[in-house]
C-alpha cells in the first residue's frame, strides 16, 4: 500500500466468549484506550524520519454482533485463501467506514481471562486491510492488548512475523529491535513484528505495553518506511 496520509483504523468490538465480564468490559471502552497504538505508529514514523503523513486515526466504530470467521486451524494454503475470502466478505457486511481512500479494520474478539488462559492467534489480512485479534476483557491487559492489535495492524500493511514458529524467540537480526546492541542480549524492547523481548538465546517475553517495544528496520522496510536498497 501507498502510504502518504493519515490511515484510519476502524476498530470493532466483538464479545468473543458471550460471557457478561466481556460485555461489561467492552461497554467500558473508548477510543482513547486504543490512542497508545496512534501514538506507537507515530513516534516510530518520527524516528524513522517520515513525517505525519504516514500516521494513523484510530477510530471507534462500535460493537458488533455477531462473530466472524473461524480462520482454519493448521489450515491448508487453500482453506486459509477460502477463510481470507469469507473474512473479507463478513467484514463488507457488518462494518461501514465513512470517508474515500483505502481504511483499516480492526475486528477486536474479547475475552474473559479467567475463562480463557491462553487465547487463539490473532490475524492481519493484507488484502481487505482487516485485523481479527483476540484480547482480553480486562484493564490489566490493555496495554498488552495494544501490543498484539499494533503487531496485527502492521500485518495488514504488509508486515512479516519475525519469530520462529516453533519456540517463539524471536529471528536475529530482523526480530531484534536493537540487532547493534553490544551486548546483543538482553535486548531492552522488543521488535513489533517478533512479538516478544528477547533476553537469552532461549528466553523472551512479551512486551507490558507499547512503551517497550519499537518497529524494526525490517519491517520499517516492509511497510515502505525505508528504502529496500541495493
Ligand atoms: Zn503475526
Do not use: C
Amino acid at each position: 500500500m501507498e502510504w502518504k496520509y493519515t490511515l484510519p483504523v476502524n476498530i470493532y468490538l466483538i464479545n468473543g466468549d458471550t460471557s457478561a465480564v466481556s460485555a461489561d468490559y467492552l461497554r467500558s471502552l473508548t477510543a482513547d484506550d486504543f490512542k497508545p497504538v496512534e501514538t506507537f505508529m507515530r513516534d516510530e514514523a518520527n524516528r524513522y524520519g517520515r513525517s505525519g503523513h504516514a500516521s494513523i486515526e484510530i477510530r471507534l466504530g462500535g460493537v458488533i454482533d455477531t462473530q466472524p470467521p473461524q480462520p482454519p486451524h493448521n489450515g491448508s494454503a487453500l482453506e486459509v485463501v477460502a477463510w481470507s475470502l469469507k473474512m473479507r466478505w463478513w467484514a463488507y457486511r457488518n462494518a461501514d467506514t465513512t470517508g474515500p481512500g483505502p481504511q483499516v479494520k480492526m475486528f477486536l474478539l474479547y475475552f474473559d481471562p479467567a475463562q480463557n488462559r491462553r487465547l487463539a492467534h490473532s490475524t492481519g489480512l493484507q488484502k481487505g486491510l482487516i485485523g481479527r485479534v483476540n484480547v482480553f476483557a480486562s484493564r490489566d491487559m490493555a496495554k498488552q492488548n495494544n501490543v498484539v492489535i499494533a503487531h496485527e495492524f502492521l500485518h495488514t500493511l504488509g508486515a512479516t512475523d519475525k519469530y520462529d514458529p516453533a519456540t517463539n524467540q524471536p529471528f536475529f537480526p530482523d526480530g531484534y529491535a536493537e540487532p547493534d546492541l553490544w551486548p546483543t542480549l538482553p535486548q531492552r524492547y522488543g521488535e513489533i513484528m517478533a512479538g516478544r523481548t528477547p533476553l537469552t538465546q532461549t528466553e523472551a517475553v512479551t512486551p507490558a505495553s507499547l512503551d517497550d517495544a519499537l518497529i524494526g528496520s525490517k519491517t520499517a522496510q516492509e511497510i515502505n518506511w525505508l528504502a529496500t536498497g541495493g
